[in-house]
């Protein structure tokens, strides 16, 4: 008899999902970052792992995961928990049975970078650093993504057939599998470090998976995941550009995304879509095409059953009311997203959304005060906004703190202005980022009247290299 762990597409752990109960990805994810903690263990859990291991993507977890699991759930050992025997997922046993099995025991970032673990700081288990020492920790996720994220994509694409050939290319579940891998870790890496670094790299991956859409496939439901991926790729590559300051090139890749959607049908790719277009369009200067564009993105976003999705694109909304100095209509829209918000996760919430937290509602009203003038409003908000970043997402960190910086310089109080932008600073040896570079960069001008103050001459003397070495 065939084993049940042989079958060719993953099944969903539903074990695992029971024991999550009525708490969403994202109060799970933490959950198990607390868990972890308590015994000494760091593991970067969010709610992008929690939902690969319910949906049978991830096996079996690795060593890190597993004690902490133990520790949560004492008395179950990884079979109650719906996990398979590590020996049928990796390793010789694994081997011997001829052939890579369907699923995995853990990302291809933990499985590739993580090596024996060391007591203290240093490497974490599941491929990410508790070092200070951030371009390391860059460097060897960057390699990840390379051989685990690019590599996989492009061997499925352009190696399904050679060069002149007649056979027809074909698609499955391993292709599909690798494009939405391929997201995942661009997501990760651009949470934990930016976009600066990554863009150029993306652009092979995403061009291997437009190609698979020309693939022959058999069912389609591959075909739609297929589809899917690519846009969602589109629009993560999009982001990189957006981020790094390439706007024209990122408006080119969510119209990609927007043009895969449509002719996907996919409501949800489409909303992602014009989510990104009307943030876009409200840092390009062009407010009224992001006011269009979010309700574009809300009107597709209602057919998804997420209040939460719906809460980000009302703040998209008034984003580009803010802009518009309509303040009327931002106040309203304002309060309708938290209203939405309020109203809590669920099962529906896009995979993508794992960032909008408290803290983002909190950094982008901070952001809409900000282009209203309220400079002491959009300071509270985005310092409650640092406060309650969840430190995986660096890029995020980095990008409040600045914000942060910038409404205290216009509010008049220098000296908390430039502590905020000196942490800022700090935050930029790890995170790669044009768009806060160029945050520090006006907080600095705004400063430089008050460079006889001791805390503001000290981040105007460290600004400028600072920003020039990274």
Same mark, same amino acid.
């Given at each position: &008899?065939?084993?049940?762990?042989?079958?060719?597409?993953?099944?969903?752990?539903?074990?695992?999902?029971?024991?999550?109960?009525?708490?969403?990805?994202?109060?799970?994810?933490?959950?198990?970052?607390?868990?972890?903690?308590?015994?000494?263990?760091?593991?970067?859990?969010?709610?992008?792992?929690?939902?690969?291991?319910?949906?049978?993507?991830? !096996?079996?977890?690795?060593?890190?995961?597993?004690?902490?699991?133990?520790? &949560?759930?004492?008395?179950?050992?990884?079979?109650? &928990?719906?996990?398979?025997?590590?020996?049928?997922?990796?390793?010789?046993?694994?081997?011997?049975?001829?052939?890579?099995?369907?699923?995995? +025991?853990?990302?291809?970032?933990?499985?590739?970078?993580?090596?024996?673990?060391?007591?203290?700081?240093?490497? @974490?288990?599941?491929?990410?650093?508790?070092?200070?020492?951030?371009?390391?920790?860059?460097?060897?996720? !960057?390699?990840?993504?390379?051989? +685990?994220?690019?590599?996989?994509?492009?061997?499925?694409?352009?190696?399904?057939?050679?060069?002149?050939?007649?056979?027809?290319?074909?698609?499955?579940?391993?292709?599909?599998?690798?494009?939405?891998?391929?997201?995942?870790?661009?997501?990760?890496?651009?949470?934990?470090?930016?976009?600066?670094?990554?863009?150029?790299?993306?652009?092979?991956?995403?061009?291997?998976?437009?190609?698979?859409?020309?693939?022959?496939?058999?069912?389609?439901?591959?075909?739609?995941?297929?589809?899917?991926?690519?846009?969602?790729?589109?629009?993560?590559?999009?982001?990189?550009?957006?981020?790094?300051?390439?706007?024209?090139?990122?408006?080119?890749?969510?119209?990609?995304?927007?043009?895969?959607?449509?002719?996907?049908?996919?409501?949800?790719?489409?909303?992602?879509?014009?989510?990104?277009?009307?943030?876009?369009?409200?840092?390009?200067?062009?407010?009224?095409?992001?006011?269009?564009?979010?309700?574009?993105?809300?009107?597709?976003?209602?057919?998804?059953? +997420?209040?939460?999705? &719906?809460?980000?694109? /009302?703040?998209?909304?008034?984003?580009?009311?803010?802009?518009?100095?309509?303040?009327?209509?931002?106040?309203?829209?304002?309060?309708?997203? @938290?209203?939405?918000?309020?109203?809590?996760?669920?099962?529906?919430?896009?995979?993508?959304? /794992?960032?909008?937290?408290?803290?983002?509602?909190?950094?982008?009203?901070?952001?809409?005060?900000?282009?209203?003038?309220?400079?002491?409003?959009?300071?509270?908000?985005?310092?409650?906004?640092?406060?309650?970043?969840?430190?995986?997402?660096?890029?995020?960190?980095?990008?409040?703190?600045?914000?942060?910086?910038?409404?205290?310089?216009?509010?008049?109080?220098?000296?908390?202005?430039?502590?905020?932008?000196?942490?800022?600073?700090?935050?930029?040896?790890?995170?790669?980022?044009?768009?806060?570079? /160029?945050?520090? /960069?006006?907080?600095? !001008?705004?400063?430089?009247?008050?460079?006889?103050?001791?805390?503001? +001459?000290?981040?105007?003397?460290?600004?400028?290299?600072?920003?020039?070495?990274?």
């Amino acid at each position: &008899m065939a084993s049940p762990h042989a079958s060719s597409s993953p099944r969903p752990n539903t074990a695992f999902r029971e024991l999550r109960g009525q708490r969403s990805p994202g109060e799970f994810a933490a959950a198990v970052r607390r868990a972890g903690r308590e015994i000494g263990e760091h593991v970067s859990c969010d709610a992008r792992y929690v939902g690969r291991v319910e949906s049978g993507e991830i !096996r079996c977890p690795n060593y890190a995961y597993e004690r902490v699991f133990r520790h &949560m759930f004492p008395g179950r050992e990884p079979a109650d &928990m719906g996990f398979a025997p590590r020996e049928t997922v990796r390793g010789r046993g694994a081997r011997k049975k001829g052939s890579a099995p369907p699923g995995q +025991s853990e990302s291809p970032a933990e499985s590739r970078t993580s090596p024996p673990r060391r007591s203290g700081s240093g490497r @974490r288990p599941d491929g990410t650093d508790d070092s200070n020492d951030g371009h390391k920790e860059s460097d060897v996720l !960057r390699r990840a993504f390379m051989t +685990s994220g690019t590599a996989v994509v492009a061997a499925a694409s352009l190696g399904a057939a050679a060069p002149g050939a007649r056979t027809r290319r074909r698609a499955g579940e391993p292709e599909a599998r690798a494009v939405e891998n391929a997201v995942r870790q661009i997501r990760l890496l651009d949470d934990r470090h930016g976009a600066d670094g990554l863009y150029r790299r993306a652009a092979r991956p995403l061009k291997a998976a437009y190609e698979l859409l020309d693939a022959q496939t058999r069912r389609q439901s591959v075909a739609d995941r297929l589809h899917a991926g690519a846009g969602e790729l589109a629009i993560s590559v999009g982001w990189l550009a957006h981020d790094s300051g390439r706007f024209s090139d990122a408006r080119s890749h969510y119209a990609e995304a927007l043009a895969t959607a449509r002719v996907a049908g996919d409501p949800a790719l489409e909303a992602h879509a014009f989510c990104n277009t009307a943030f876009l369009a409200r840092d390009a200067g062009r407010p009224r095409e992001a006011v269009r564009a979010a309700q574009a993105a809300q009107r597709a976003g209602r057919r998804l059953g +997420s209040a939460r999705l &719906m809460s980000l694109l /009302t703040l998209r909304e008034a984003g580009g009311w803010a802009r518009l100095g309509d303040r009327a209509a931002c106040e309203e829209a304002l309060l309708r997203a @938290r209203t939405l918000f309020g109203r809590g996760p669920a099962g529906s919430d896009p995979e993508w959304m /794992t960032f909008f937290g408290e803290a983002e509602l909190e950094g982008l009203e901070a952001q809409c005060r900000s282009a209203l003038g309220d400079w002491r409003r959009a300071a509270e908000h985005a310092e409650r906004a640092v406060d309650l970043q969840d430190p995986h997402f660096a890029r995020n960190i980095a990008l409040y703190t600045a914000q942060l910086a910038g409404d205290l310089a216009r509010a008049g109080s220098p000296d908390a202005a430039a502590a905020a932008a000196s942490r800022a600073l700090d935050l930029l040896e790890e995170v790669q980022s044009s768009r806060v570079r /160029t945050m520090l /960069t006006a907080t600095a !001008r705004l400063l430089r009247r008050h460079a006889a103050d001791p805390e503001v +001459s000290a981040f105007l003397a460290r600004h400028e290299p600072a920003v020039r070495a990274v």
